[in-house]
């Protein structure tokens, strides 16, 4: 939080107060949050269609807050919130929400399913607002380039670009922040950060978490859009864009938008993957197929696993792979980005054994990293072996949610996805969609507790790329 912004109020107004996200992330983020950064002063206010009188809000907000301890903090916002119960998509009922805001700083948080906040989008554009006014989004940001060009459009029609803050929690990620510093700021990693000696990169988010109950959103994003579309493409961006001169919102947010641009799948049929779960077991855990899970349309074909090879059409990438790839219902968790090295030009006679080129690893969760080198081995100083340099990453006092809120709240939009960045997102990734849907594709399968199908690469290994 900058030093001028503490004490004072920003007032968060909740769209879609009454759901899901709010009570299981965004208050206990706020939560967490208020509990880090003592200054900061925040006025919750919630509103939704369902009539909900003040005492039931109060107990929600509380319930949320008492989920992180979040001790005189709670007490300070559950004195003055309140609850405006309107409809978000209508004029009239924002109206009546943002009277109850003032002329403050105010953040309206669209925690709405997107087809209703493209609506509320709209009606936004025909009430006045205050002048600092911050407007966030919650991610699938529309569902294809065009939906997200057009909200784009209606957004523009409200607030300046920099108050729109579109939310991806993994640019709070801190080892994606921590990529800054090890790539900018060590003379080692930069002169090879390139085609010249990165034979492939890959960005693996493969998790235990299975469905969760989430088939509403999921079944109809499925792990292409919700991992790969809306967090991936972001990371890969920093792991691949060139040395922004500051880190500030205009400079970094550039350099992103410069890499996702020249970004392309090329013949998506060869190039990408898909399979779900079916029935296993995770730990003690059993797991249904992802179609017997409650509310999943088999009809719908989503998969739980995806993987695309994405290409960056510039200097400093042409023909390298950036493999992107991110499953449900492992056995194992693997969420990491791995540099894979090119082999030494010659190595010099007489030096025996393996030569498996070198790697670095970036684990996003714990955050670390492995710097995996080729030296002289234990024993017969002529016969090579290998040395795992390892190191840890500092943390933040922050989850990466809880870092995205502090930097929204700030309005300062550096974490935020810029609009053209999210239209470029939907772009990279019509091609695949169009090939799956045309099953050009195949749907496969792997158990629950597997690390995917078998006939796939070993996904984020040190060393070479299997294949
Ligand atoms: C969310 C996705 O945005 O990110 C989830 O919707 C996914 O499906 C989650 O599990 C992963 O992030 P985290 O922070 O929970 O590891």
Redesign the pocket.
């Known amino acids: 939080m900058s030093q001028s912004d503490a004490q004072t109020t920003t007032t968060l107004l909740i769209l879609g107060a009454s759901g899901d996200l709010t009570s299981r992330l965004l208050l206990p983020g706020l939560a967490t949050l208020l509990t880090v950064e003592t200054d900061r002063r925040v006025r919750v206010l919630g509103s939704d269609l369902p009539d909900m009188d003040e005492d039931a809000w109060r107990d929600r907000v509380r319930e949320a807050f008492t989920k992180v301890d979040a001790g005189a903090e709670a007490e300070r916002v559950l004195g003055d919130t309140a609850y405006i119960a309107a409809d978000a998509t209508d004029a009239d009922g924002l109206q009546r929400a943002l009277d109850a805001a003032g002329d403050g700083p105010l953040v309206i948080y669209c925690a709405l399913p997107p087809q209703i906040t493209a609506k509320a989008c709209a009606a936004l554009a025909n009430v006045s607002l205050p002048e600092q006014t911050t407007l966030a989004l919650e991610?699938p940001f529309g569902y294809d380039a065009d939906s997200a060009r057009e909200l784009n459009r209606t957004l523009a029609r409200s607030v300046p670009e920099e108050r729109v803050f579109r939310i991806d929690?993994?640019l709070g990620?801190y080892t994606v922040l921590n990529l800054l510093g090890l790539r900018f700021t060590n003379r080692l990693f930069e002169p090879v950060w390139n085609r010249d000696s990165i034979e492939s990169v890959e960005i693996i988010?493969d998790?235990m978490?299975t469905l969760e109950g989430?088939a509403g959103?999921?079944d109809h994003?499925g792990a292409l859009r919700?991992?790969i579309q809306?967090?991936l493409l972001q990371v890969m961006a920093v792991v691949a864009m060139d040395p922004p001169a500051s880190v500030g919102e205009r400079d970094l947010r550039d350099a992103i938008g410069q890499v996702l641009r020249a970004a392309r799948i090329v013949d998506p049929a060869e190039h990408s993957r898909r399979a779900r779960y079916t029935a296993g077991s995770i730990g003690e855990r059993e797991v249904p197929d992802y179609t017997a899970e409650e509310g999943v349309d088999p009809d719908l074909g989503t998969e739980t696993l995806a993987e695309v090879q994405v290409d960056i059409a510039n200097h400093r990438w042409a023909g390298v792979p950036f493999i992107l790839r991110s499953g449900?219902a492992f056995g194992e968790i693997r969420?990491r980005v791995v540099i894979h090295f090119k082999p030494p030009a010659h190595i010099p006679d007489g030096l025996l054994g393996q030569d498996t080129p070198d790697s670095l690893t970036i684990d996003l969760?714990p955050d670390s990293f492995t710097l995996s080198l080729t030296t002289n081995g234990a024993g017969d100083a002529f016969t090579l072996g290998r040395t795992d340099l390892t190191g840890q990453l500092g943390g933040g006092q922050l989850e990466?949610?809880g870092e995205v809120l502090s930097s929204m709240l700030d309005a300062n939009p550096r974490l935020a996805v810029r609009g053209d960045a999210a239209e470029e997102c939907w772009r990279i990734l019509e091609p695949v969609q169009r090939a799956w849907d045309a099953d050009d594709v195949p749907l496969e399968e792997y158990p629950a507790g597997s690390q995917g199908p078998s006939s796939w690469p070993t996904a984020g290994a040190s060393g070479a790329r299997q294949s």
């Open positions: 991610k929690h993994f990620l988010y998790e978490v989430r959103y999921f994003a919700d991992m809306s967090h449900k969420k969760r990466p949610y």
